[in-house]
């Protein structure tokens, strides 16, 4: 029973842990009359949890706790006896396991694991809304299965394996990856924990919950994550991270007026970007919930940058995953990922001049000036994709007929599509000439669709309008161009179309969802590709789906 000892605290949770487990969806239910009533199950969840953190339990004698156990577990059953069939009788049970697991710890006799066992097996017959409940019941029981057989490590890494495998591309993914990495942590497996984090990272790695577990529980000092989150700027309008900066490297710096080491970080900044201009967007998030945002104390420095807000401070879920302590500054690369530092370590390099990789400019003849024509045209290349150019295709076309003038003439389909300045010399351009680029083809598409209303080919002309306001969007930094470009991809989506000539439209929704971030990006471009698809996928949606999957690496196979 040695392995099980090591495990049985990571399911000897405290009782408000299962609270937060059990979302049950009572409106499925049949017969409300039929369940415990709440205030009986409160009652006893109340009694466990004091249980688990009153000090004075912590003075009684082992045999005073174990007694009180036992109680916990007879009032929980007599309960279940006057409610057998009851939707809700699952949340009991869970309370029951949970108490079990408690009284293992006190004592490990026989009889209490067979009783273990018999709970889990009975909550493993929970419906699907009770599937967090499941999880950790599943996982309890082949614990203790494994343990009573005295498996090896090579037989545990075996069974944890297949159960990640069950719960791959489902609600509780995440859930079975934190319990598999936290188990290989207690059994010493260090490259299979490290494996669950990978996993972790590369699936969740923009999940701030999932961030702050591999950092406070499994205590991963440096972690490759993606910054994310959507944050009001002053105007009222929002950014949401990473999907409206792909493409572009940029700092968010915490920071508080409080503390002196805030304002001399932020002067520091203020040095580097007078020295690199073009290498610093720097989004600010005052810890202190200014209204201002810390405009004021900003404007003093002379530090340009976007001022964000973030609510609840140094108690927000952004700041406690993030940053921890202020002054804290983040370097996110074009991919939207972030190394960020430990509890106890700064990310300097930004800070410090001699640490930057663009610090080289004054010191190698020019080196600097090549290295940055080679990344800007890099960079440009990869903004251009995630916004859609290579969707605009002459192919695409295709020959129309214009019939008594109901189509609009490809002549002017191809003037707009000509605008769109093609590869490679696109990724040549500069900010300003792109902005020109995007703003000329928006302008020249809305013209068109105001002389032309009635043309049954105005969904083409709308699809250049939406690359191009994506466009617009993402070089602004003004998200009311995207609005804009959904608009009419909601319009184009609701006509009946080609698969090839709705992935213009669909490309742009797709990147609203992820922006919205209501599914796992997984299922999203799933649905993209189930969306632009007919009887095989095209070329083109391939190429979508792909680069986009790319960019925020997700396996799609």
Request: proline share 3%; with cysteine.
């Amino acid at each position: 029973m040695i392995h099980f000892g090591k495990i049985l605290s990571i399911f000897s949770i405290s009782i408000v842990l299962f609270q937060l487990a059990i979302h049950v969806l009572h409106a499925e239910e049949t017969s409300k009359t039929a369940n415990i009533p709440d205030i009986k199950i409160h009652a006893l969840i109340t009694e466990l949890n004091d249980f688990k953190t009153s000090n004075k339990t912590k003075r009684l004698s082992s045999t005073k706790r174990r007694r009180h156990c036992k109680n916990i577990i007879r009032n929980a059953q007599k309960l279940l006896e006057s409610h057998k069939l009851a939707p809700n009788r699952f949340e009991v049970l869970f309370l029951i396991m949970n108490t079990q697991t408690s009284l293992i710890g006190l004592d490990k006799k026989e009889s209490n694991l067979d009783a273990l066992s018999e709970t889990c097996k009975e909550i493993l017959k929970a419906p699907d809304n009770y599937y967090s409940i499941r999880l950790n019941a599943n996982f309890l029981l082949a614990e203790l299965n494994l343990s009573r057989k005295n498996a090896d490590s090579k037989e545990r890494k075996k069974v944890l394996e297949s159960m990640l495998s069950h719960y791959r591309n489902t609600p509780v993914e995440r859930e079975s990856l934190k319990f598999a990495a936290t188990i290989a942590k207690r059994l010493g497996d260090n490259e299979l924990m490290n494996r669950f984090i990978h996993q972790m990272c590369d699936d969740s790695g923009d999940n701030p919950k999932i961030i702050k577990f591999l950092r406070n529980h499994l205590s991963v000092r440096s972690l490759d994550v993606v910054f994310s989150g959507t944050f009001k700027q002053l105007n009222g309008t929002s950014i949401t991270f990473p999907y409206d900066r792909l493409g572009y490297g940029y700092c968010v710096v915490f920071w508080s007026k409080e503390f002196p080491e805030s304002l001399e970080k932020l002067k520091q900044l203020k040095k580097n970007q007078d020295a690199f201009p073009e290498e610093y967007d720097i989004y600010s998030l005052n810890v202190d919930e200014l209204k201002d945002g810390g405009q004021s104390i900003l404007k003093e420095i002379g530090l340009k940058c976007t001022i964000l807000h973030l609510p609840g401070g140094r108690s927000s879920q952004t700041f406690q995953t993030y940053a921890v302590k202020e002054p804290t500054a983040l370097r996110i690369n074009h991919f939207g990922r972030s190394l960020i530092p430990s509890f106890s370590d700064e990310m300097t390099s930004l800070l410090n001049p001699s640490l930057d990789p663009f610090s080289l400019s004054k010191k190698n003849g020019g080196g600097y000036q090549t290295i940055k024509t080679g990344l800007s045209r890099y960079l440009s290349q990869i903004r251009s994709l995630l916004i859609g150019d290579f969707l605009v295709t002459e192919n695409e076309m295709g020959p129309e007929n214009n019939k008594e003038g109901l189509m609009i003439d490809r002549t002017i389909l191809l003037s707009i599509q000509n605008s769109f300045i093609k590869a490679p010399f696109r990724y040549r351009l500069n900010a300003e000439d792109t902005i020109a680029m995007y703003k000329k083809i928006d302008s020249q598409c809305t013209e068109v669709m105001q002389k032309n209303t009635k043309a049954l080919n105005l969904w083409r002309v709308r699809n250049y309008r939406i690359v191009a306001l994506m466009g617009l969007a993402r070089s602004t930094r003004n998200q009311e161009h995207f609005s804009k470009a959904v608009q009419d991809a909601k319009t184009n989506a609701a006509l009946d179309l080609a698969a090839n000539d709705r992935v213009i439209s669909q490309y742009c929704l797709t990147k609203a969802a992820l922006r919205k971030r209501d599914k796992k990006t997984f299922f999203i471009l799933r649905d993209f590709i189930e969306q632009t698809r007919k009887e095989s996928i095209s070329p083109i949606v391939c190429s979508a789906a792909t680069w986009v999957s790319k960019v925020i690496q997700v396996n799609l196979q």
